[in-house]
């Protein structure tokens, strides 16, 4: 029905950039929130970004500055540009979409995630 596809995960060295992108297909309307969070082995998963359908912004303090969340509605596109990337920033990266209406109703979900990991 809905189905979130998620790319551009990979190894990259410290101070690199990489640019996540989730898709969401199906038959949408509107989504009101798209986001990205990220997990690592015996952590919680994390908000690292989140953006409204009004292009409202929030940001993790740790990524501030350096990443940047951007989405494309007539792609139902959310992507995460990661910048000067650190050793820290290694995770599985999980994108979520909150409240997209579609031809079924309403969907909340999570993408199988991407790994992101940055070397010293």
């Known amino acids: 029905q809905v189905q979130l596809v998620e790319s551009g995960g990979g190894l990259v060295q410290a101070g690199g950039s990489l640019r996540l992108s989730c898709a969401a297909s199906?038959?949408?309307?509107?989504?009101?929130?798209m986001g990205w969070y990220r997990q690592t082995p015996g952590k919680q998963r994390e908000l690292v970004a989140r953006?409204?359908?009004?292009?409202?912004?929030n940001y993790a303090d740790s990524v501030k500055g350096r990443f940047t969340i951007s989405r494309d509605n007539a792609k139902n596109t959310v992507y995460l540009q990661m910048n000067n990337l650190k050793p820290e920033d290694t995770a599985v990266y999980y994108c979520?979409?909150?409240?997209?209406?579609?031809?079924?109703?309403?969907?909340?979900?999570w993408g199988q995630g991407t790994q992101v990991t940055v070397s010293s």
């Open positions: 979520n979409v909150d409240k997209a209406r579609y031809s079924g109703g309403y969907y909340s979900g």
């Open positions: 199906g038959s949408i309307f509107s989504i009101a929130v």
């Open positions: 953006i409204t359908s009004t292009n409202s912004t």
